[in-house]
Structures are given as structure tokens and as C-alpha cells.
């Protein structure tokens, strides 16, 4: 009576997530509704013809009496076979109580039967967490399909992350470690960790903490939420070291082979596995790995240094001649700042190795440093006559941390370092201040009692540099560039705007724009509208593709140089605004783009662009005694960005979108009150990870993959009602979703982008023509090209091939001109045009990548 077959059980799983996410009355009013629906189905085909009306029932019986006595006993005997399934006659007779026994209570609750990772509580944070090696038993089991750096048979995968510098290196450790290595699959996983509000009441109490897992993906073309794992969850506002030196022991353990169950070959296959990056933001990184964050010598992530904003950036004549070389290259060329005889002596150009500075206050200047001294970290000794950047690393670290605990707890007392010297010492090596007051009431406790042997200062994690070293835990684009760098650029320029009282009038101008973006449900191009309040990652992404059309539309109509407002300040104001926004973009634009996303040498040269703009930005806005880029450590992080690339790959590979996106997988079932109870984190992982495998098996009941296919649901470009629609919004200048045919798709002239219209199988196409011309309007270095709207040239097509030959998509950005008489807005027919793959359509017809615009860099006194 507990089983049922496999017809029944989809219906199972859909009320078994109805009576998970819905309480009280409608639960109750659903399983009443459900039994009412079973108890009308005729379960025999007597009980049918007894529903039917008068005429029916009169032809049966015309029927039945036309049988013989022996044909009438076998039709009755038909007749009255019943049709009823198991879960039909349980439902039909069952209440709201038998109900959640069947599904959620019951000794053969539904359920039950889900197997899942077992669930551990660590008990002093409360915080519930599982054992890693058991996510992937189950992974693997239930034929997840994980991209592996080799599979069992030794062939190798090169496929984004796998074919980086870090993850050749991570596959030949892994070969060492085991015992086959030819016939066994290695994987790489990543790590991710924040905190998040399950509501904005009293956020303190009710913001939750969690750490996920993800595997690489075998489908290249989808997000699929079902490759990350939750593997610990707490409140935020606990301690979260505690379970995660839980987490970092079980790391030292995977990479170990280990022989598992797997689900697409049904066979058992030898794995080993290893984490190939801790992706988070600044704050929650520098927090897992006991480093400053911000503070005088933590300004930028992975390293130790004080930062002088009079030194570091580039001067105005560094500045300069950098910028001269553009007259002869097509991006910047930093060798001609180190050219024999060019070296300055003025400024460090953002090389942090150059940033020497004084030491900090109390700095100790002894040391006993006889026989049993641990050797003390580079340039951290008791002679240093200055400070030194250097590049973190945790064996450097636990140097330092040995070190001072040795001189503050030699015997010898004119030696001994005090608090106010291990404060400054350990500073200076960009420790955060956690590790070092438990390193001096360490200190405190040896002195009083000398016998004392324990060591309990050390961070777990700095002591196995060689599983995960600090190089992993890398720069993540999502928080470093967008939710970081693009959204303090935003603010800088709005300031500006808000000191003329022109901020208002930004927003209205451009949210026009926006919602007709917004309106295309562009996948590459999601927008909000304007003031920035709760925009995501991909919004703000989507604004800085089009920030330097919108923005420099705005700037030519409403800051006009010469009047009365020209003073030279700010002329100087709105030039270095345009010079940062064409920066920025530029730079964003080369990280992203597919093509230039691991050109290191373009891509530092555009970095230290950007932070020269943003410097001489802040001093025109702020005041010369101000650098916005000073508070934010995002900034001068970028500057890690070339090596990164080198190790791990473009930092689009590390999206960390996907793994906060599953947030949305485990806030659902945080709605109720915040409990404090052991258990209650613990229960919600538990029903976390059975919903995961229902899901699975779901999928394979449908014949799914277990990749989330999303591509047949991405939407690259918008399909405009019909003709009189398109024209429109070309009339108005209003924006457009178009795109370009690969080559000899149709008849196609050159200089031709697609607009498609109309609904049904087949669709419309209209092109639009535009003329290349090197002299075209360019704000802040985005050029505008005219256009014309070729309305009689239209061409049908089946929308299916239209999406399979399509090249790349585009948004058209109109050009607005106000005329001097009039406060209505005029289109002179001219659009700039932006790719989805971070290309521009630039002044001579072609699409390529993003250049600074030498327009803005080479003019006189822009600099």
C-alpha cells in the first residue's frame, strides 16, 4: 500500500513541494480540493455510464440487451474492473492529517526516502554544515555532469578554467596523490561564501551566512543551478571560523582518491578532487583569510603596503607620455615610462613595488633572534629602516606570526615586545585584527605560566598553504568590477551632477532609454531603471555597456563650456569625467570581451589608465586633497588582475552570479522567524538537499539532462511587433534590438544590421544601413554613425534559422541633439551600436573592441 508506480509519483513530488511551501488553510484547502477532483473520477466503467445522461444510458442498455446471456456476463464483468490507482484511492478518502503522513510525517513518508548527505552541527557558532566528500558521493551518483580536468579513461579537458595555468598545476598534484593516475577522473570545484538579509527587519538578527560548492559545468552554454552545492549555513552574525576550519580539514582529504558510484556510466569509477578558487568579495575574503581589510596597509587585496595618494599614481607627466604613444598605437604603451633615461622620480605609476614608505609608530627595533628564533618574514625584521610592500602569501604570514610571539615571550625582557609593538609589526604585514589579539593573549598566557607549549593563534588555514594558497582565493569580477569599481564611478559622476543640480534631470532623461532597454528582456543587457536601488550585478553590468552613450549624451546637451557657468574648474571637471567614463568602459569592455579577456599586457596598460582618470577625477570633484579611490580597495585591486589572468584564466570564467544566485534555492525556506535552536539550521540544510534530489529525479522521469538547459529560453535580441512599430521607434530615436547574419546567411549588403518583427513561425526582417565616417560625432568615445531605416527592403525568414544564423547581438543607442528654441528633444538619425560580445561599432564601419579615444586623450589640456 506504500508504493506507487512510477505514473503517480511526478504528481507526488508537486504536492510534496505544495505542502512544503504553503501552511495552514492552503494547504488545507488543497488537499480538499484534490480528494474532491479523485472522489468525481468514475473508477469502473459502470460508474461512467451511471454519470452519463438519459440518452447515453438508453444506448447502453439497447447495447447490453442485444448480448447473449454468456456476452453479458463478460461485459458486466468489464465493466466493473476498476481503474483506480493506489494514490487515487488513498487521495480520495483521505484528509489534510493522512495527507502530510504520506508526504511528510509518516513512517513511509515520501519524504524520507530522499536520501541525502548527513548533516553535522557545529556547536559553539550553531552553524549546520556537511561533509564535502559526501556532496560529491552524491553528485556524482545521481550523474551530475561535472566538467573534470581528466576523466577515468586519462583523456584531459582544456575547456575554460581546466585549461589554465592553475588548473594544469592542480591536475599534476592531484596525479601525484594517487595510486592509478591514467584511470582516474579529477575535478575541480569552487568555493563561494557571503551573507545575505532573509528580510530587511532587524537585519542583524536575520541575515544568514552561508558556503557553497560548485562544479564545472559540461554544458558550455548554461548556468545551471543544480552544479552548486550548499555545504554550510549559519547566522551572520556568529563566528564562522569554527566551521569553516571544518570545512578547510575536509580539503586536506579530497584530493585523495577515492572510488565512487557514477550515475552516467553506472559503473564505479576511481575520483580525486580539488578546489580551484575561493571566489567572494573583498570583505568576506579578507575575513576567511585573517587579512586586513582596507586600513593603512590594506588597501589592496593579497598584498601589505602603505599607500601614498601623492606618490603611487601616476603623475601628470607619466600621464602624458603615456598617453602620446596613442598617436602611434591603438592602446597605451607602459614600456615608455621605464625607457633608460625616462624612469621618474616623482611618482611610483601604480607599481606597488616602488611604494616604499615609513614604518609605522611603535614599530619594534629589537629583536632576540638567537638559536631558537624562527626565521623572521622578508623585509619584517627588527632592522628594517622602511616599509616595504610585500605579496602575501601564508607561509610569509605565519612567519610573522611566529616571530612576534617568539620576541613577545623571550625571557629576556629589554627584548620583549610589547602590545604596542605587535600591534604595529603585525599591521605592517596587513594581518586582521582578530589573529592579532590572539596572538598577544597568547603572548599574556605564556609569560604567566612559561610551561605552557600550545600554539592557538595560528589561522587553520594558513597552514595548509599548499590545498588551498592564497593565490585562489582570487578577485571575483561581479563584486571587484561591478558591484565595486563601475558602482563608485556612478556615484563620483552623480555627485558631480547633484553640485549643478543637474542630477534629476540625468535621471529622467535617461530612464526613457532604460525601460525601452529594460522592455526587451535583453539576457546580455538587463537594465533598471535610474535612481540605483537594489540593481544587481547584471544590471549594473548592462548600464556600463551603454554608460559612455547615455552619459555623453547628457554632458554635450547640459554642460555647455564657455558660459557662465565654464569656469576653468569646471571645464576641467566634465573633460576628466568623460576621460574616466571612456576609461572605465574601455577597460570593463576588455576584461569581458572574449577576444582581448587574456591580453594581460592591454589589459594592465588600461588598469592604470583607469585609476590615472579616476585619480584626476576625485581631485577636480573632491578637491585636491581627495582621492576617491583611497577608502575603496577595489581600486587598486584591479591591479592584481593581469597575474590573475595569467594563473587562472579571464575573470569572466568566475561569474560569481551563479553561486549567489542560489540564494534564491535557500531563502524560500528562511521565511518563518529566526529560530536560535541547534537543530533549526541543520533541519533546513537537510530539506534543502532533499529537494535537490527531487528535483533530480525529476529530471530523469522527463529524460532531461541533468544540466539546466536555459538556452532555447536566452533571448538575445527583441522581435518588435510589426513593421509600423520598428519605424517608430526609429522615428522617435529610441533605442533598437537588432543584430548581424553570419556570412552568406542572405542577400546582405555591407554596413547592414537586422531588426526582426512580427509573430509565428516565420519572421520579418528589416535592415537598417549605416555610413562609416572617421570624423562621426564621439562622446565620450563611443562613436555615433548615420543610419537609415531600409523599410522596403524586407525579408522573411523561419524564426528558427534566424536564431541559428545569427552572429552576434546589438542595442542601438540613438544620438539626441536639444535644438536652443526648444526644451523637446531632436533625433538627427545617427545610433552607436553595442555587442553583446563587448564590441563597439567604431567611426570606420567595423566591429571591433573598444579603444580609448584619442579624441578625448590626445586633445590639449584634457590631461
Known amino acids: ?180 593516475p591514467d584511470n582516474t577522473a579529477f575535478g575541480a570545484v569552487i568555493l563561494w561564501s557571503d551573507g545575505f538579509c532573509r528580510t530587511y527587519v532587524k537585519q542583524k538578527d536575520n541575515s544568514v551566512w552561508i558556503l557553497t560548492l560548485t562544479f564545472l559545468n559540461t554544458d558550455k552554454k548554461t548556468k545551471s543551478s543544480m552544479h552548486t552545492y550548499c555545504i ?73 603596503c602603505a599607500i601614498d595618494p601623492t606618490t603611487l599614481p601616476m603623475c601628470t607627466r607619466c600621464f602624458k607620455r603615456l598617453m602620446s604613444t596613442l598617436q602611434t598605437s591603438p592602446f597605451p604603451l607602459l614600456e615608455v615610462l621605464t625607457e633608460p633615461g625616462n624612469v621618474c622620480q616623482e611618482c611610483c605609476q601604480w607599481d606597488c613595488d616602488m611604494a616604499l614608505g615609513p614604518l609605522p609608530e611603535h614599530y619594534p627595533t629589537v629583536s632576540n633572534d638567537g638559536d ?69 593573549e597568547s603572548a599574556k598566557h605564556k609569560n604567566k605560566y612559561p610551561n605552557t607549549a600550545t600554539i592557538n593563534f595560528m589561522p587553520y588555514l594558513w597552514t595548509i598553504g599548499d590545498v588551498l594558497p592564497m593565490e585562489r582565493f582570487i578577485n571575483s569580477p561581479m563584486h571587484l568590477l561591478f558591484h565595486g569599481v563601475v558602482d563608485d564611478v556612478m ?79 569646471f571645464v576641467k571637471s566634465c573633460n576628466s569625467v568623460q576621460l574616466l567614463l571612456n576609461s572605465l568602459h574601455v577597460m570593463i569592455s576588455t576584461l569581458m570581451n572574449p577576444r582581448t579577456s587574456t591580453d594581460v599586457k592591454k589589459i594592465d596598460s588600461y588598469i592604470k589608465v583607469f585609476l590615472s582618470c579616476g585619480h584626476q577625477a576625485s581631485k577636480w570633484i573632491e578637491g585636491k586633497g581627495e582621492s576617491f579611490w583611497m577608502d575603496r580597495g577595489n581600486h587598486l585591486s584591479l591591479l592584481n588582475l593581469p597575474a590573475q589572468i595569467l594563473r587562472f584564466g579571464p575573470v569572466r570564467w568566475y561569474w560569481e552570479g551563479v553561486s549567489e544566485a542560489f540564494i534564491h534555492d535557500v531563502k524560500p525556506h528562511l521565511i518563518e522567524s529566526m529560530r536560535k535552536s541547534a537543530t533549526y539550521f541543520r533541519d533546513k540544510l537537510v530539506l534543502i538537499y532533499k529537494l535537490r534530489c527531487m528535483a533530480f529525479i525529476k529530471l530523469r ?13 536566452s533571448k538575445g535580441f527583441y522581435r518588435y511587433a510589426s513593421l509600423a512599430e520598428v519605424e517608430t521607434s526609429f522615428q522617435l530615436g529610441m533605442p533598437i534590438s537588432a543584430f ?55 525579408y522573411s525568414e523561419k524564426f528558427d534559422t534566424v536564431k541559428d544564423k545569427i552572429s552576434s547581438y546589438c542595442v542601438l543607442l540613438p544620438h539626441i541633439i536639444n535644438h536652443v528654441n526648444t526644451e523637446q528633444p531632436a533625433f538627427d538619425r545617427k545610433y552607436a551600436f553595442i555587442y553583446d560580445d563587448w564590441d563597439i561599432l567604431t567611426s570606420s564601419g567595423i566591429k571591433e573592441e573598444v579603444l580609448l579615444s584619442r579624441q578625448l586623450f590626445l586633445a590639449e589640456d584634457n590631461i
Open 740 to 794: 548581424i547574419f553570419q556570412d552568406g546567411f542572405v542577400p546582405r549588403e555591407k554596413c547592414l544590421v537586422w531588426v526582426a518583427f512580427g509573430r509565428g513561425v516565420n519572421t520579418q526582417l528589416v535592415p537598417i544601413q549605416y555610413s562609416a565616417d572617421t570624423n562621426s560625432v564621439q562622446l565620450c568615445g563611443m562613436p555615433f554613425m548615420d543610419c537609415e531605416l531600409l523599410s522596403n527592403n524586407v
Open 1 to 180: 500500500d506504500d508504493v506507487i508506480p512510477l505514473p503517480d509519483t511526478n504528481l507526488m513530488f508537486n504536492m510534496l513541494e505544495h505542502a512544503l511551501a504553503n501552511k495552514g488553510e492552503q494547504k488545507r484547502n488543497f488537499f480538499d480540493i484534490l480528494s474532491n477532483v479523485y472522489s468525481r473520477i468514475p473508477t469502473t466503467i459502470t460508474s461512467f455510464i451511471a454519470s452519463l445522461g438519459q440518452d447515453a444510458k438508453d444506448q447502453c442498455d439497447a447495447f447490453s440487451s442485444s448480448l447473449s446471456s454468456e456476452q453479458l456476463h463478460t461485459f458486466n464483468n468489464l465493466c466493473n474492473l476498476s481503474s483506480t490507482s493506489t494514490l487515487q484511492q488513498r487521495l480520495s478518502k483521505k484528509d489534510e492529517g493522512d495527507a502530510n503522513a504520506m508526504l511528510l510525517k509518516g513512517k513511509y513518508a515520501m519524504i524520507r526516502g530522499l536520501p541525502t548527505p548527513k548533516v553535522y552541527i557545529e556547536e559553539k557558532s550553531g552553524h549546520a554544515y556537511v561533509n564535502i566528500s559526501d556532496v560529491i558521493d552524491h553528485a556524482v551518483a545521481d550523474g551530475l555532469g561535472i566538467l573534470q580536468l581528466q576523466d577515468q579513461y586519462g583523456n584531459t579537458n582544456s575547456y575554460t578554467i581546466n585549461g589554465s595555468a592553475a588548473g594544469a598545476e592542480l591536475l599534476q598534484r592531484m596525479r601525484s596523490g594517487v595510486s592509478d
Open 491 to 569: 556615484k563620483l559622476v552623480h555627485k558631480f551632477m547633484a553640485k549643478y543640480k543637474k542630477l534629476e534631470t540625468f535621471e529622467r532623461f535617461v530612464n526613457v532609454h532604460l525601460l525601452e532597454i529594460e522592455m526587451f528582456r535583453l539576457d546580455w543587457c538587463k537594465l533598471r531603471k535610474l535612481p540605483k536601488a537594489f540593481w544587481l550585478a547584471e544590471d549594473i553590468l548592462g548600464f556600463c555597456r551603454i554608460m559612455p552613450c547615455i552619459y555623453g549624451i547628457f554632458f554635450a546637451n547640459n554642460f555647455k563650456f564657455g558660459r557662465s557657468s565654464g569656469s576653468s574648474r
Open 372 to 440: 631558537d628564533s624562527p626565521t623572521p618574514p622578508k623585509n619584517r625584521t627588527a632592522d628594517e629602516t622602511q616599509h616595504v610592500p610585500m605579496l602575501q602569501t601564508f607561509q610569509w604570514l605565519q612567519q610573522g606570526l611566529l616571530y612576534s610571539f617568539h620576541n613577545a615571550t623571550t625571557s629576556t625582557r629589554s627584548q620583549r615586545w610589547r602590545r604596542q609593538n605587535i600591534n604595529p609589526y603585525l599591521k605592517s604585514m596587513g594581518m586582521g585584527g582578530k589573529v592579532i589579539d590572539a596572538v598577544w
Open 232 to 304: 554550510a549555513i549559519g547566522k551572520s552574525s556568529e563566528d564562522h571560523t569554527p566551521v569553516l576550519e571544518i570545512i578547510m580539514k575536509q580539503l586536506e582529504g579530497l584530493q585523495h582518491e577515492r572510488t565512487r558510484y557514477c550515475g552516467i556510466t553506472g559503473t564505479f569509477i576511481k575520483t580525486s578532487f580539488g578546489v580551484i578558487a575561493y571566489s567572494t568579495d573583498r570583505i568576506e575574503r579578507c575575513f576567511v583569510m585573517n587579512t586586513s581589510q582596507l586600513g593603512i596597509f590594506g588597501q589592496r587585496s593579497h598584498w601589505a
Open 701 to 713: 522521469m522527463k529524460g532531461s539532462t541533468m544540466e539546466e538547459d536555459r538556452t532555447s529560453r
